[in-house]
């Protein structure tokens, strides 16, 4: 069955990028139409949508609370779909969390989740 | 942007009890809502989507129930394994959103 993997530097430096990669294993990310997504939570608090893309790459939709700083992309060679967070402050410090919706073309809801990645930001 | 409100913030009962949890939304998202329990240091797990059909391997006690604006979430007889906290999330619209929470505990 399709898992999900989380992976990245667990520390990040304020102004700079926050990079998480989500490696799918058990399934190939380009054989099935997925919107794959990151989501997010701070510690003791709830759960924020980042963004999701399209398998093919060729569309993503984003929080717009976050959209002039995220990227989401998606690398089918290497059956991964990565998180590009920049300029990140104190308050991007969560567990992000990568999934897969459990309908094709559709946003949600999130059957397969990754275990979650802690990043901290602080210098 | 569509907005969800959970209630109660939190729930206190003991097992064997019901619980009813509520989800409202800031406009109709027909049967576009899913329920997630999550428990410490573990991530979300997918109950209930579309309002009402429970995911692979949910037990019978999990309900759903409502459309449009306002949903439940049900649990019939609490078990042990049941004190989490639990959110709501539509997908009828981009951006995607999820409610604040409502947490199940011990009373």
């Known amino acids: 069955q399709v898992q999900l993997q989380e992976s990245g530097p667990g520390l990040v430096k304020p102004l700079e990028t926050l990079s998480l990669t989500c490696t799918v294993s058990g399934g190939s990310i380009s054989s099935s139409p997925y919107y794959w997504g990151w989501i997010r939570q701070p510690p003791g608090k709830g759960l924020e949508w980042i963004g999701s893309i399209y398998y093919t790459g060729t569309t993503s939709y984003y929080n717009p609370s976050l959209n002039s700083r995220v990227t989401i992309s998606i690398d089918t060679s290497e059956n991964q779909f990565s998180l590009n967070l920049k300029f990140v402050t104190a308050a991007d410090t969560a567990v992000y969390f990568c999934a897969r919706p459990r309908q094709e073309n559709a946003g949600g809801a999130f059957d397969i989740w990754g275990q979650g990645t802690m990043v901290t930001v602080s210098s | 942007e569509i907005v969800l409100t959970q209630s109660p913030a939190t729930l206190s009962l003991s097992p064997g009890e019901r619980a009813t949890l509520s989800c409202r939304a800031s406009?109709?998202?027909?049967?576009?809502l899913a329920w997630y329990q999550q428990k410490p240091g573990q991530a979300p797990r997918l109950l209930i989507y579309s309002a009402s059909y429970r995911a692979t391997g949910i037990p019978a006690r999990f309900s759903g129930g409502g459309s449009g604006t306002d949903f439940t979430l049900t649990i019939s007889s609490l078990e042990p394994e049941d004190f989490a906290v639990y959110f709501c999330q539509q997908r009828l619209n981009w951006p995607l959103s999820f409610g604040p929470g409502t947490k199940v505990e011990f009373k």
């Open positions: 406009q109709s998202v027909s049967t576009y």
